[in-house]
Structures are given as structure tokens and as C-alpha cells.
């Protein structure tokens, strides 16, 4: 059973930073891609950024260029640097492990609140 866990959320000034943590447990967890999405009251869950076991990298238009994701595949870790936050980005932030079909895997969500 795969389970991931989220952890690095909190409040910062806008033009802060913030580091997510999500540590997957599972055989699978190194083989698919792993990913951060974030959701905010009354709106659908979005994608923010995604990346692959070889590393590939897919991003939201409105964090290219000051989020980045990387993962530590010995440790089955994937991680997101957020960079020049803004009010815009306060959401609860999901990981994500996907594969094909049925591998679709959510973490709890931890809260990421950019104000002044």
C-alpha cells in the first residue's frame, strides 16, 4: 500500500520561501512520476508541477521561474522549492504519485498561507 506524506507547510511574507517535503512508502514510489498540485476553497485541484523518475519536469505557468521540483529517488522523496511567494499561491498543496490506470495516489495536504 502506498502512502505519502507532506510535510514544510506554513505562513510566509510574500517575496518568502518555502520548502515542501513529501516521503512516499511503497515499492512503486521510485518507478512513477511524482508530483505537487494545490487546491484552494470552492476551485478544482491544480497541477503545479510534476517530475519524472528520469527527471523530466513539467510546470504551471504561474510558478516557472520561481518554484522547483527534484526528488531524491534513494529516499523515495520528492520536494518543492517555492521561491518569491505570493498571496495568489495560499493553497493547501497535495502530492502526487501517478502511474497508469489505477496508480493515483494523494497525500494528506499541507497548508501553505502567504500573507503579510
Do not use: H
Not at 17 to 35: A, H, K, N, P, Q
Not at 44 to 67: C, P
Not at 80 to 89: A, E, G, I, T, V
Amino acid at each position: 500500500q502506498v502512502q505519502l506524506v507532506e510535510s514544510g507547510g506554513g505562513l510566509v511574507q510574500p517575496g518568502g520561501s518555502l520548502r515542501l517535503s513529501c516521503t512516499c512508502s511503497g515499492s512503486i514510489c521510485s518507478i512513477y512520476v511524482m508530483g505537487w498540485y494545490r487546491q484552494t476553497p470552492g476551485d478544482q485541484r491544480e497541477l503545479v508541477a510534476t517530475i519524472t523518475r528520469s527527471g523530466f519536469r513539467n510546470f504551471a505557468d504561474s510558478v516557472k521561474g520561481r518554484f522547483t521540483i527534484s526528488r531524491d529517488n534513494t529516499k523515495n522523496t520528492v520536494y518543492l522549492q517555492m521561491n518569491s511567494l505570493r498571496p495568489d499561491d495560499t493553497a493547501v498543496y497535495y502530492c502526487n504519485l501517478k502511474g497508469p490506470t489505477t496508480v493515483d495516489y494523494w497525500g494528506q495536504g499541507t497548508q501553505v498561507t502567504v500573507s503579510s
